[in-house]
C-alpha cells in the first residue's frame, strides 16, 4: 500500500474571488476564527460594528487587533485603533501575515466581490499598504497633535 499511495503534492496557493455580500461576511468570520496570532482590518465603522462579536472572541483568546476605521471611539478595549476614512464599504483583512481579503461588501444589494488570497506577493502588497496607512495616520496626528499616534 505505500508504494501505490499518491505522494502529497505541494499546495499551490490562489486567487478566489468572493461574490456577494453574505459569502463574503462568511468568509470573514472563516478568517477570523482562524487568526493565531494578529489581524489587520481596514474598514468603516458598519462593517466593523458588524464583526463586533467576532473581534471580542479574538481579543478574549489575547490575539492582536489592530483597526483603521472612521469612529474608534466604541471600538472595545485592547483594540489598538486609528482614525481615517477607509471609503463606504471597502473593507481590507490581513489574518497572521499569511492570507488576506480585500474588495467592497455592498449593504444595498447591488452586487459586491471581495479577492481572498494567502498568495505570499499580494499578502506582502496588502501589508505594506496597511503599513504605509498607518504610519501617515501617525504622521499627521503627530502634526495636528504633537505626541499622539494610535487610540489606543
Known amino acids: 500500500l505505500q508504494k501505490e499511495l ?3 503534492t505541494h499546495r499551490t496557493d490562489g486567487y478566489i474571488t468572493v461574490n456577494g455580500s453574505q459569502r463574503i461576511m462568511d468568509t470573514v468570520r472563516g478568517m477570523l476564527a482562524s487568526v493565531r496570532e494578529r489581524v489587520y482590518i481596514a474598514a468603516d465603522s458598519e462593517f466593523i460594528s458588524d464583526i463586533a462579536a467576532d473581534l471580542a472572541g479574538l481579543l478574549e483568546r489575547e490575539m492582536k487587533v489592530v483597526i483603521i476605521t472612521p469612529e474608534t471611539d466604541l471600538l472595545p478595549e485592547g483594540v489598538i485603533s486609528y482614525r481615517a476614512d477607509c471609503g463606504k464599504g471597502q473593507i481590507r483583512i490581513i489574518a ?4 488576506v481579503l480585500t474588495g467592497e ?5 447591488s452586487p459586491c466581490s471581495c479577492l481572498f488570497s494567502t498568495k505570499e506577493n499580494l499578502v506582502s502588497v496588502l501589508k505594506e499598504s496597511l503599513k504605509n496607512q498607518i504610519e501617515l495616520i501617525r504622521l499627521r496626528e503627530e502634526q495636528i497633535n504633537p505626541g499622539a499616534g494610535a487610540d489606543n
Open 6 to 8: 499518491p505522494t502529497a
Open 105 to 109: 461588501l455592498c449593504r444595498d444589494g
Open 96 to 99: 497572521d501575515g499569511a492570507s
